[in-house]
T-cell receptor
């Protein structure tokens, strides 16, 4: 069974641009969560989607948004990029809404210059 | 709200020896799960072990076991017969009904010959 796939793996963007990251969960998993990992703030929860609905959102500005499609694939978008958005963005999928076991992708490393 | 604290930024263990990583947590929920994740240099988060809070028996997965002290809100990870491949960042995490994972700051484990 294929694992969680995140694309692209690496990305370099300029301040002010926007970016879209993609996550394909494990087949059959309906919940997708996004996390931001930085050396300063550690791992922080961005949002979770279940059955195309955002169920939970972390404490991030509105520039961070996401969505989930009917096939459970998810995208997150960051608009008006800032230098501080440079991070590893991790996606996790789980079977159901109640996250008893989450499987992570390899992440997308975003660098904002 | 949940908080997870890992007070050991770095630990070192000799190959074949045993090491214990500490974690304390706080949560207002009565139903929650605790996890240890491993993040090797590849940056992919790998689930090491999971503990359901309602279970008194400590979880065990091969060389990995936990010491779950619910009253003390403590959840330590013991790695027996340490191997070079165990070298990584280890994150303790907690989740409740909201399905979001709250992570600690991590412990970097070095394994020496």
């Amino acid at each position: 069974k294929a694992g969680v796939t995140q694309t692209p793996r690496y990305l370099i963007k300029t301040r002010g641009q926007q970016v879209t990251l993609s996550c394909s969960p494990i087949s059959g998993h309906r919940s997708v969560s996004w996390y931001q990992q930085t050396p300063g703030q550690g791992l922080q929860f961005l949002f979770e989607y279940f059955s195309e609905t955002q169920r939970n959102k972390g404490n991030f500005p509105g520039r961070f948004s996401g969505r989930q499609f009917s096939n459970s694939r998810s995208e997150m978008n960051v608009s008006t990029l800032e230098l501080g958005d440079s991070a590893l963005y991790l996606c996790a999928s789980s079977l159901e809404f109640f996250n008893t076991e989450a499987f992570f992708g390899q992440g997308t490393r975003l660098t904002v210059v | 709200a949940q908080t997870v604290t890992q007070s050991q930024p770095e630990m070192s263990v000799q190959e074949a020896e045993t090491v214990t990583l500490s974690c304390t947590y706080d949560t207002s929920e009565s139903d929650y799960y605790l996890f240890w994740y491993k993040q090797p240099p590849s940056r992919q988060m790998i689930l090491v072990i999971r503990q359901e809070a309602y279970k008194q028996q400590n979880a065990t997965e091969n060389r990995f076991s936990v010491n779950f002290q619910k009253a003390a809100k403590s959840f330590s990870l013991k790695i027996s017969d340490s191997q070079l491949g165990d070298a990584a960042m280890y994150f303790c995490a907690c989740t409740g009904t909201a399905s979001k994972l709250t992570f600690g700051t991590g412990t970097r484990l070095q394994v020496t010959l």
